[in-house]
């Protein structure tokens, strides 16, 4: 039986990192593995084929990053990631929500918009893919998967309809934050909460890219520090 949890994702998932984050908070011994490091454990334990899959030291797999974390908080419910406040941990969890449902048409729209966030993305993307192909293996690779992404965007909604809508709910969300995030290191006080690990996670899948990463640089220099803090999140329960 394996003594630590092992989470299988991908550093260009927000719901991935999401999870890791909520893991490294809690300071639960876990393993971060790509599914081509994990091989048969992933195909064992995979019900669909998505990341992260997370599996338990009792060799029990789990899929859906708010599952994941609402079951792996009631074995591990201190400190909790939920505020003593019923108003408080009532919006941190529609906060939570709207991140995992609305929050990924940010990341994935301002992946898959702009020529220049096509081609930083895509070759990261060839790099988790092929690890050892060569330069020109790694060229071919990325520009595959940006002649299939860029015609996808319409899988969260993205069109030329709705653009200037996503972009305009980004921008509005990061000036939101701004002020709020000046007076305190995370969104409800001296330490991340369940709406933390999910909104950031969006947040800092979209500042892997150009556009994105210009706007929060510019504009939001609060939620930038807050976006760093939350990659080594500090257990302050």
Known sequence: MAQDYRIIGAEESPYSVKVRSYFRYKDIPHRWL??????????????????????????????????????????????????????????????????????????FHYRWAREVDQRACSKRLAAIMAPNASEQELIDTADAIRERMVDRVWFVGSSQQTAQQIEDSFKDTLAWLEPHLAERPYLFGARPAFADFALWGQIYNAHRDPTPRAIVETQAPNTLRWVQRMLEPQNEG
């Not at 419910?77 to 940010?106: C, Q």
């Open 34 to 107: 790509s599914r081509a490091e994990a091989g048969e454990l992933y195909q064992q334990h995979a019900k669909l084929p998505l990341v992260p899959l997370v599996v338990t030291p009792d060799d029990k797999g789990m899929q859906d990053s708010t599952p994941i974390i609402e079951t792996v908080e009631s074995d591990h419910p201190e400190p909790s990631i939920h505020p003593d406040d019923p108003v408080s941990a009532f919006v941190s969890t529609l906060l939570e929500e709207f991140a995992d449902e609305w929050g990924n048409k940010w990341m």
